[in-house]
């Protein structure tokens, strides 16, 4: 089993004061952070762009990955390259044919029934062209399509736990098989996004995630330490509790 990281999400941070939480993510032990970029189109929110990664690299070293929530993310990728993200996620809605039900301007969640692999090989190749890792995506409602062709090129593939859009939803436990399945086939990271706090961590681990992404429990935390730490050890937490 890799050994589990925890990735803060900057979308649940004060924007009035970036800088001090990023002082409060390097200073509590997180292992990178996640940044969420919406467009109001691919779900049903907006957030920020490249202009805040650029704007936060010069002051960490922490990893960043550009969660890419957007419709057509291949015309981004040099952009978000150049401003200083270490990993690039993209999401398998993009690359193939939708369910009827989401098919359209304005209908979420977006659900995937099948991937147009060389569509998604072109992006991953791109991503890989400019010095970045690659990583896919999948909505709760997505099957894991992705074949053995698309597994071998990617670094990560991150698992919603939630309907993506916005921070402080519930965890959805019809993850958790998905992660299972992935990990059986696939050595790389699995990061599981959504929902994730002391009582879901435990499950997310068991079945096979290593990346842990935090938001409204780590900024909500007034001890964002101990914070880190119960999420670290989550394993170790469950082991206890069975014996």
């Known amino acids: 089993m890799p050994e589990i990281k925890v990735s803060a999400s900057i979308l649940s941070a004060d924007f009035s004061c970036l800088n001090k939480a990023l002082e409060r993510c390097q200073a509590s032990g997180v292992d990178s952070l996640h940044m969420d970029i919406m467009d109001g189109h691919f779900v049903p929110n907006i957030s920020f762009g490249p202009v805040v990664i650029k704007w936060l690299r010069p002051l960490t070293k922490l990893p960043m990955d550009a969660h890419l929530m957007i419709e057509n993310p291949g015309w981004y990728i ?8 270490d990993i690039i996620t993209v999401h398998a809605e993009c690359f193939g044919k939708l369910k009827a039900h989401c098919d ?3 209908k979420f969640p977006k659900e995937i029934e099948s991937l147009d692999e060389a569509r998604l090989l072109s992006v991953i190749k791109q991503i890989k062209s400019v010095g970045k890792k690659a990583g896919l995506a999948f909505n709760p409602g997505s099957p894991m399509c992705a074949t053995d062709k ?3 090129e990617l670094d990560e593939i991150t698992i919603m736990s939630v309907n993506p859009g916005f921070s402080g939803q519930g965890f959805m436990p019809e993850a958790l098989p998905k992660i299972s399945q992935l990990r059986q086939i696939f050595k790389g990271d699995i990061r599981v996004d959504g929902g994730i706090n002391d009582k879901t961590a435990p499950e997310a681990i068991k079945a096979g995630a290593n990346i842990l992404v935090t938001a409204s429990y780590f900024f909500g935390s007034k001890d964002p330490v101990k914070a880190v730490q119960i ?4 394993t ?6 069975r014996n």
């Open 150 to 152: 698309i597994l071998q």
């Open 104 to 106: 359209g301007l304005g």
């Open 78 to 85: 040099e952009e978000f390259a150049k401003s200083g993200a």
């Open 236 to 241: 170790e937490t469950q082991s206890s509790q």
């Open 231 to 234: 999420l670290k050890s989550a």
